[in-house]
């Protein structure tokens, strides 16, 4: 007679993740979203379970989501890195309105949008998204040269720099020393110029200073660039990776992921610009012209060209100062004086910087 088999009855373990509080699950998940030092630490969490991409998509956990979430590649934009975004606007998140709102304006090509995410953005001061519409009111950009704002940009300078913004805050000492905008006040602009600097060197000594004990030969290399930098304070240095009218040595700042990915998009598209159109030469900017000679150029060599003062003033040490050489097809040009609305750019470096002309 065969031997009945047994039977085994499986019982299921119960799964203590769903026994967790739906309220602690997503605290670890906005501290993870507000903390990810790249997208796929995000989108990793969206593919492991249907409980956890429900939760990871809340408003609250998209609401808290930090700039590096929103650091993808231009090669690997899609319609659902679109929506992503848009989802992070509709919940709330002032970095996701400001990124997907520089990605519509200059490459998308849809400036009433774009601005308008920028604005949805500065309302929450912003700071970055205040400095960019600046840098659209002082250009003028998505339209003709007579609907430059001059004194909208000083207006949205003034508001960014009281945030903490150094190239806001350069701007605006550089209008005030020029009168651009804003009535001429030579002593309060070279204050601000002072005061951008002293703030930018304070901010890169910070970075210095936040080592991780694990990283020793960082902290190694961090201490020797301290040290260099406070050796030779007051001391020119041609070969300087970023500017510091102090002439100090200082790690390059950190790409914002919004300009990282205009960069990549303009240098990697199939399609180049329209004819006349051109970068801006900072490489740390990314913004392309919207109208041909829409950007200021050096009146000194004529190759490199800027959206605004701050990208000008960052390029001079990273690169340009040893590359500026005169041209004299530009004679002419200086002679007349472009539009007469670009000031001498005069610097704290014993007049270091040059002038841009349009």
């Known amino acids: 007679m065969a031997q009945r088999k047994r039977l085994r009855t499986v019982t299921e373990k119960p799964d203590l993740f769903d026994q967790l509080p739906e309220d602690l699950v997503l605290n670890i998940l906005c501290k993870l979203s507000s903390s990810a030092s790249c997208p796929s630490d995000f989108i990793n969490i969206l593919t492991t379970c249907k409980t956890l991409k429900r939760l990871a998509t809340n408003p609250l956990v998209l609401s808290k989501a930090g700039a590096k979430t929103f650091a993808m590649k231009a090669e690997r934009w899609s319609d659902s ?27 998308l090509q849809n400036r009433g949008s774009g601005a308008s995410l920028m604005a949805k953005a500065a309302i929450k001061s912003h700071a970055l998204a205040l400095y960019s519409l600046a840098v659209i ?7 003709s040269k007579t609907d430059k704002n001059l004194r909208a940009g000083v207006a949205l300078c003034a508001r960014a720099s009281i945030l903490g913004h150094v190239d806001a805050l350069r701007e605006l000492g550089h209008c005030l020393q020029d009168g651009y905008g804003v009535p001429q006040n030579i002593v309060e602009g070279r204050r601000l110029l002072v005061q951008a600097n002293a703030k930018e060197l304070a901010l890169s000594l910070r970075s210095m200073l936040s080592w991780k004990p694990q990283q020793q030969q960082q902290q190694i290399e961090q201490q020797q660039n301290l040290h260099h930098a406070c050796s030779v304070m007051g001391a020119t240095i041609t070969s300087c990776p970023l500017l510091s009218d102090f002439g100090c040595n200082l790690p390059a700042r950190e790409e914002h992921p919004a300009n990282q990915f205009l960069r990549e998009w303009f240098e990697t598209r199939p399609v180049p610009l329209d004819d006349g159109l051109r970068l801006c030469s900072y490489r740390g900017c990314g913004r392309a012209e919207t109208r041909p000679h829409e950007f200021r150029r050096c009146s000194v060599c004529g190759t490199v060209n800027y959206c605004s003062r701050g990208c000008q003033a960052l390029d001079w040490k990273a690169r340009h100062k040893v590359e500026c050489t005169p041209m004299d097809q530009w004679h002419g040009v200086l002679e007349d004086g472009g539009d007469g609305e670009i000031g001498a750019m005069v610097g704290m470096e014993e007049a270091e910087y040059v002038n841009i002309v349009e």
């Open 81 to 107: 890195a679109h929506q992503f975004l848009k989802q992070c606007v509709k919940a709330g998140n002032s970095e996701a309105a400001y990124t997907l709102g520089m990605i519509r304006f200059y490459c």
């Open 137 to 143: 009111q002082f250009n003028g950009s998505g339209g």
